[in-house]
Structures are given as structure tokens and as C-alpha cells.
């Protein structure tokens, strides 16, 4: 906060920031500066009378913030103007805490934008598919990372802090992956299957620089032949990087989380068993997920209409009215032809990839040609 003005407010909240620094994280505390440090410069450039808390008043000084981050240009989100507001709000309360002469309800319930609705965006099983099959192929450290958040549905926060004696046998056949304390402070256990059981033992086997003794169990799970830990910028552009070589669309890394969710609940999981694998406190937070569901339902449905109409309308093979076919010589393969051609049609009128569809109609093509060519030579 050096940037701002020497002034009493600014002296305080400073102050008051250094006492969340003994329970907050440094992260949450840099965010909290941050937004004082807004809340700071438009007080400087509207109102440089003000320079201690009890001079503070809800209009004009607290309402003409509230439109200032309303009026910003890029337009904030809703998320980020709510958060604004929550910081301040905590900071002035803890100053009246602390016998600061604070005036009341300075920023009220009402004044708080109603949160984004944001849905989970998974990837298509085609992308999907072909992410896993380009990554498997890879085979280095950042792919099997990129494998196992896959086959987890954990956080790349949280997978970045996996130690390698994260993999747990709790007897049997039955195994769960140990996840540490992460964004909502909590620690939770999520079962793994044979193949991200067999995933975890190849990242242990590429990880860390190469060593003559026992491998220190304790030692994070992603570790780097020089000794470091992978970032998240590194395994973010390990998956933009597979996903050009797939030639696929661009992924984004919490993508793998939102699929993983969407496939379970296809598969039939119930939400509270869900909402304890993702780590959500909220079931609300899970039941999004349903929608997303009910969104591939909706898709499926009227895809499945669209092709029972296609497949009424696909032109029927010419016949003959003669009960004796010779399906011997040059007669016979044109018409085997034209059946194949009729087949090749009625499959590709089904599908819903594009890419696959124009590869069939490339197929017919060049038997419409060998088509042509029979035909000449039966009659030459």
C-alpha cells in the first residue's frame, strides 16, 4: 500500500491488515490489500478531505465506491465486485472492534451483487477421449500429472501438493488418494481405481532428480529432474500443448475436474457421495452439475429426433421387379456397390461428428468413381 497517500486511514488499514496476517493466508491477505488499495485510490481522487475511518459516511463516500465498481471499464463481474465489498466490509468491522470510530452499516446485505451462476463446462467425450489417448502416448511427468487429475477430479492446487504417500491402501482392493488441505481448509480422501492407481506409480517413477537411495516418501509427488516442484504454469501448457498436437479446441486445466464430475454422474453416483469426492461443502455447488446433465439429456434427445427424420428421408435402393437377380460379373458388383454406397449414406446421416461425416462422404465418393469406372467396362 506504498503507492497511496501517507494519511490516518491509510495508516490503519494498513495496521489492521497486518493483524489478519496471524490467521490469513498470504494469499487472502495480498487480495485484501489489493482491494483497500481501491477503496483507497477512489477516496484520494474524490475525496482527499477524508484521512481517518470516523469521517467516513455511507453517502457519498461508501455509495459513490459502489457505482464506481458498478461503472468500471472492463465491467467487473458480479464475483469481483461481491468480494470488493466483503473485504471492506470485514476491515471496517474490525476496526470498530478495535474502538476505531467506525459509523454502522456503512455497507449493508442489500448492497452485495447476487452471485454468477457459472455451469461446468466438461469436455466433449470426443476431446476427452483424445486429450487421454495423446497424454498416454506422451508418457513424461506433466502428462501423468495431467492423467491423474483426470482420473481424480481433484484441484490442480491440490494435486500440486500430493506427496508421494498420498496413495493409501485401506485394505483390500481398495485404495484412496489422500488429499492435503486445499482451498476450503479441508482435507478429504478420494478412491482411486487400478489405472490412477497405476498412473501414480509412473509419476513416482519419472519424478524427481535420479538417486542411488530410497525415495524420501514424504517428498512431493511432482517433482522436477532439477529438484523443483512442477508449477501451474508449466502443467497448464502441458495440456494447451497436448491439446494442439491432439488438434483439438484449447482446454482449460479445471475442465478435467468438471468432466471427471459429469462422467460420475452419468455413471450413476449419487450427488452426496459426489459433493464428498470433489471436496464441496455446498451441495448446491454439486447440483450444478445436474443441470449440465440434464443439458446432454436435452442434446441427446433432439439429436435422436433429427436422425430418425434423416433416416426416413435417406432414398431407398432402386429394385428390380425381375424375382432372379444375376449377381455374377460386372452386374452384380455395380449392385453390391450401390449397397454399399446406400449403407455408407444411412450411417453417415446418423452421426453427429462432422469430422467423421466428411470423412464417409470422401469414402463415397470414390466409390461413386469405382462405381462409373465398373459401369464402362461393362459396357465396352
Known sequence: MSTMPLCELHRILHEQLQILAATLKPATIKYYRTQANGFLRYL????????SPGQLQRNPHILGWLRSLAEDHPPLT???RRAALICMRRLFDDLADNGYPVREALILSQDLPPHDLYLPIPLSPELDHLLDHRLRQTDDLLSNALLLLRATGTRVGECLRLNRDSLRHLGGNQWALHVPLGKLHNERWVPVDDDARKIFARIIALSGPESSGPPDLSSPLLLLPNGKTVSYRQISAALKKTAKQAGS????LHQLRHTYATVMLRAG?????LKEILGHRDIRMTMRYVQVTQNDLQRQYHLARHNMASVHAVPQLRTTHHVEVDDTGIAGICRALDAVKHQLEMHRRQLANQHLKNKIQSLARRLAKLRAAMAALQNA
Open 44 to 51: 484520494h481522487r474524490n475525496y482527499p478531505e477524508i484521512h
Open 78 to 80: 458480479n464475483r469481483s
Open 249 to 252: 479446441p484449447p482446454a482449460r
Open 269 to 273: 453416483i449419487s450427488l452426496t457421495a
